[in-house]
């Protein structure tokens, strides 16, 4: 198994119990980033995958044909209408 990151970025790690593999980006509940990916051959340990990418930050993964893509959900902040009469 190969991990490979994105960029340089620091993620808080998160809890590998909690982390939910997706089989497709349509899926996915919140605005995400991709952080990096792990590439495997042959039979994966899920157990090992999700401690590695939660060591990295992920809160969960995508399925992508070998790979498992580590995503990072983004919060959104709501901007308010500097115009808008309280």
């Known amino acids: 198994m190969t991990l490979i990151i994105f960029n340089d970025s620091y993620f808080e790690p998160t809890n590998h119990l909690n982390l939910k593999i997706y089989s497709s980006r349509i899926e ?4 995400y980033i991709e952080i990096g990916t792990m590439k495997y051959e042959g039979q994966i340990n899920l157990d ?3 401690k590695r990418s939660a060591s990295r930050g992920a809160d969960g993964l995508i399925l992508d ?3 498992y893509i580590l995503i990072k959900f983004i919060e959104i902040k709501e901007q308010n209408d500097a115009h808008e009469i309280i």
């Open 65 to 67: 044909g070998n790979n």
């Open 28 to 31: 996915l509940p919140h605005k």
């Open 48 to 50: 090992e995958l999700k």
